[in-house]
C-alpha cells in the first residue's frame, strides 16, 4: 500500500500515532503516582469506549490476587467502599458516565485516581485533591491506549498489586517496536493488510478464549470507529453454550476470526476446533499474538488488530480518525440540563 494513497484517506494522521505505541508505553511507564494512604483490598477500573478498553486488558493481563472489576456505566457496584481503589478513566476528561462513577466514588470515600488528559476530570481531581495521572492531549482516545494502560499499570504498581513483571514489561515493548518494522504499509504481503483484505466486505465474527477477551473486544471496537463496519465478538467457553447452534448456516458475508493462545487448555482447543469446523476452513483467520510472555501476547495482538483495522478503512477509502456519531450523541447529551 503506497503512503501516498494512505496520505490521501488518512487526512488526521494516524498512521503516524499508531507507529508511535511503543514509544508511547515507554513514556507512560515514567509517569508517576502518589498512592492512596488507605488499605486497598479490591479495584474497580471505571472507563468507557477507548478509556475503558485498559481495563479489560489490565485484567486478562493480571489475573488478579484481589478482585478487580471494569466499570462501563454511571454508577459503580453497590460493594464499593473506603478499601476500594476506583481507578477513573477519561482521555478527553468530559465523559460523563466516568465522571459520574468518579462522584459516586466520593460519596463512598473509595481511593480515588483519575486518569485523563484534562477536562473536568481534571478539575474534579483538583478541586478534591485526588491523585491524577495526566497524559499529553491532542490524540483520539483510542489512540491514546498505550498512555492509558500503562499509567493503570504505574498506579497498580504504586498501590503494590502489579509487582516483579518488569521483565515482561520490557519483553512487550520490544515486541510491539519488532511488530512494528512488519506493519509498514510498503511491506510486500503485510500481515494486516492481507488480513484487512479477507475481511473487507464482510462482518467479521471474532471468538477468543482468556487471556484474549481484551484484546478480541479491542480488535471489534477499532474496526467499528477506525474502519467503520460492524463486527461482533464473543468468547470461549461461553459461546459453545448458544452461539454455535446454526452456525453453520452463517449469511455468506460473515467472516471469522479466532484468537488463539498458548495458554488454551485441552479441553478448549477442542471447543475452538470444533467450532472453527463448523464455520467452514475458507471462511476462517487465526490470529497469535507474538512473544512468550501473556503481557507480550496480549499487547502484540491490541497493536496487530490495530493496523488491521487502519488498513481496513484505507481499502474502504473512509478516514479512520473521526467518529461522528460519538461525537453528535455526546453533544446531544450536554444540551440536556445537567444534574
Ligand atoms: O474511541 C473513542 O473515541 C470513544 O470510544 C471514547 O473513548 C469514549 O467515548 C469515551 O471517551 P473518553 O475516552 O474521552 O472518556
Redesign the pocket.
Known amino acids: 500500500m503506497k503512503r501516498g494513497h494512505i496520505k490521501e484517506i488518512d487526512r488526521w494522521g494516524m498512521i503516524e500515532k499508531l507507529m508511535r505505541f511503543p514509544e508511547m508505553c515507554e513514556e507512560a511507564l515514567s509517569f508517576r503516582v502518589e498512592p492512596p494512604k488507605q488499605k486497598i483490598s479490591r479495584v474497580v477500573l471505571a ?6 478498553i485498559a481495563g479489560d486488558l489490565i485484567r486478562d493481563w493480571l489475573d488478579p490476587s484481589i478482585p478487580m472489576e471494569t466499570c462501563k456505566g454511571y454508577l459503580l457496584p453497590n460493594w464499593v467502599d473506603g478499601e476500594t481503589l476506583v481507578v477513573a ?7 460523563e458516565e ?1 465522571l459520574s462513577c468518579f462522584s459516586d466514588a466520593m460519596r463512598r470515600d473509595a481511593a480515588l485516581i483519575g486518569i ?1 488528559s484534562g ?1 473536568k476530570l481534571e478539575e474534579e481531581c483538583n478541586k478534591f485533591g485526588k491523585p491524577l495521572i495526566k497524559i499529553p492531549p491532542g490524540l ?3 489512540v ?1 491506549l498505550p498512555y492509558l494502560f500503562f499509567s493503570t499499570v504505574v498506579i497498580m504498581k504504586e498501590c503494590g498489586i502489579v509487582s516483579r513483571r518488569d521483565e515482561e514489561i520490557r519483553e512487550s515493548i520490544k515486541t510491539l517496536r519488532e511488530l512494528r518494522e512488519k506493519m509498514d504499509p510498503e511491506i510486500e504481503n503485510n500481515r494486516a493488510v492481507v488480513v484487512a483484505k479477507k475481511i473487507k466486505d464482510t462482518i467479521p465474527f471474532i471468538y477468543a478464549p482468556p487471556p484474549l477477551y481484551g484484546a478480541a473486544k479491542r480488535f471489534k ?1 477499532q474496526l467499528n ?1 477506525n474502519s467503520k463496519i460492524q463486527a461482533k465478538v464473543e468468547f470461549f467457553p461461553e459461546l459453545c453454550h448458544n452461539e454455535i447452534v446454526g452456525l453453520g448456516a452463517a449469511p455468506k458475508n460473515v467472516s471469522f476470526v479466532f484468537f488463539r493462545d498458548v495458554e488454551e487448555s485441552e479441553k478448549m482447543k477442542v471447543r475452538i476446533e470444533f467450532t472453527r469446523k463448523l464455520v467452514g476452513e475458507k471462511k476462517a483467520i487465526e490470529l497469535r499474538g507474538e512473544g512468550k510472555g501473556r503481557l507480550s501476547r496480549i499487547l502484540s495482538l491490541v497493536y496487530f488488530g490495530d493496523f488491521v483495522s487502519f488498513y481496513l478503512a484505507i481499502l474502504r477509502g473512509v478516514d479512520p480518525t473521526p ?1 461522528e456519531e ?1 461525537s453528535e450523541l ?1 453533544t446531544e447529551l450536554t444540551r440536556l440540563p445537567q444534574s
Open positions: 472507563g468507557m469506549g477507548g478509556s475503558g478513566t477519561s482521555y478527553s476528561g468530559n465523559t466516568t485523563t477536562g483520539p482516545p483510542r491514546a471496537t470507529e467518529v460519538i455526546k
